[in-house]
Structure formats: structure tokens, C-alpha cells
T-cell receptor, first 110, second 116 residues
């Protein structure tokens, strides 16, 4: 069974700190990886996509991918209270489906 | 870009009613659309995958006669929950993808369905 694992949290960080969110996946054949943010009661919103090993930066967000370790992470620099949400890691498997992790709840406190 | 519109945002109706939810891609052509259901404090569960002009592919355990999906054009897919019952109450979310499997899915705002 294809799995995407995340720590459910909550991960609490002070405003201005770096938040580090981690995700592991089970299928070595996976090629596409995404991070979504979901506020309570809302639908997911795409933050980052990453396809190659290494880092990909977009503003305050950096996605990191290590296919050998089957590990993908999201770093949020200068965390703001408005970043408080659930962050979903999603992986595309060969079946064309997007498999979501259960999400990590991030709390940024002032 | 990549805006997906979903309507209605909230439905409250009596048991036995059929409810139709629309999902539209506003600024791109969606070759594939997806329907998800999310229960409180749980992750998204894929219900079905829909390609324009084809029958939807349902996930195991999802009743195709209960959840009717139509994908008549590259910008519109509909989900009809037939004869809804209280256990069908959930947050239904559609997503659309404009290209191949390596492209991200873009989500609508979701429909909160409450069956009394």
C-alpha cells in the first residue's frame, strides 16, 4: 500500500523562527511531490512542487527532496502567525493518484 | 492563474435529497478532475478520478451509483450525491489538473454537505 507519512503535530514555533516540516513516502518510483497548506475549514492550497533531488526555494518557503531516503521536507523561514495551518505532503504514484499524508499542524505564536 | 471554482459552498438538506456539486476550472483546461471527501481531523480521501468525455474511475468502496460524476467538458465536472443520508455529511472538495501526472492539482473551495 502506498503511504505518505507525516507527524501530526502540533508543531509550535515562535514568530520569526524557521518551521521544519517532514514527510516520508513508501514508493521509490515516485517522481512528483507537492506541499499544500490547508487552513481549518478550507480546501488545500498549493505551496510548492518539487521533482528533483535537492532544494527548491520560493520566497520564505524551501522544499527539500531526497529520493534515496524517500524524504521530502518543507522549511518556512521567518514564520508568521498567518502560517498557522495544516501542511499536507502529497506524492504522485504511478497510478496517477495524488496520495496525501495526514498533515502536520503548525502553530506560530507571537 | 489555475483557479478552480466549486459551488455551492454549503448545502443543508433533508435525508433522501439528491445534491449536485459543480466544479469549474476558470482559466485553464482540466484534462482530469478529482473528487475528494474529508471528514473532520482526517486527510483527504480520493473518491473518483474523472477525465473529460470518459466514465469516472471510482476508488474502492465508493459507490458509483450513489456518487454520480459527469465530466462533460474540459472546464466542468459535477458530482451528484443521490438520495443523501446523514452519513454522507462531509466536506467534498474537487480538484483539477491541466496537464500530465507531474502537474499539481488545484483545488476548489469545497462544499460542506450536511444531511439532516
Amino acid at each position: 500500500q502506498k503511504e505518505v507519512e507525516q507527524n501530526s503535530g502540533p508543531l509550535s514555533v515562535p514568530e520569526g523562527a524557521i518551521a521544519s516540516l517532514n514527510c516520508t513516502y513508501s514508493d521509490r518510483g515516485s517522481q512528483s511531490f507537492f506541499w499544500y497548506r490547508q487552513y481549518s475549514g478550507k480546501s488545500p492550497e498549493l505551496i510548492m512542487s518539487i521533482y528533483s533531488n535537492g532544494d527548491k526555494e520560493d520566497g520564505r518557503f524551501t522544499a527539500q527532496l531526497n529520493k534515496a531516503s524517500q524524504y521530502v521536507s518543507l522549511l518556512i523561514r521567518d514564520s508568521q502567525p498567518s502560517d498557522s495551518a495544516t501542511y499536507l505532503c502529497a506524492v504522485v504514484y504511478n497510478t496517477d493518484k495524488l496520495i496525501f499524508g495526514t498533515g502536520t499542524r503548525l502553530q506560530v505564536f507571537p | 492563474g489555475a483557479v478552480v471554482s466549486q459551488h455551492p459552498s454549503r448545502v443543508i438538506c433533508k435525508s433522501g435529497t439528491s445534491v449536485k456539486i459543480e466544479c469549474r476550472s476558470l482559466d485553464f483546461q482540466a484534462t482530469t478532475m478529482f473528487w475528494y471527501r474529508q471528514f473532520p481531523k482526517q486527510s483527504l480521501m480520493l473518491m473518483a478520478t474523472s477525465n473529460e468525455g470518459s466514465k469516472a474511475t471510482y476508488e474502492q468502496g465508493v459507490e458509483k451509483d450513489k456518487f454520480l460524476i459527469n465530466h462533460a467538458s474540459l472546464t466542468l465536472s459535477t458530482l451528484t450525491v443521490t438520495s443523501a443520508h446523514p452519513e454522507d455529511s462531509s466536506f467534498y472538495i474537487c480538484s483539477a489538473r491541466g496537464g500530465g501526472t507531474d502537474q499539481p492539482q488545484h483545488f476548489g473551495d469545497g462544499t460542506r454537505l450536511s444531511i439532516l
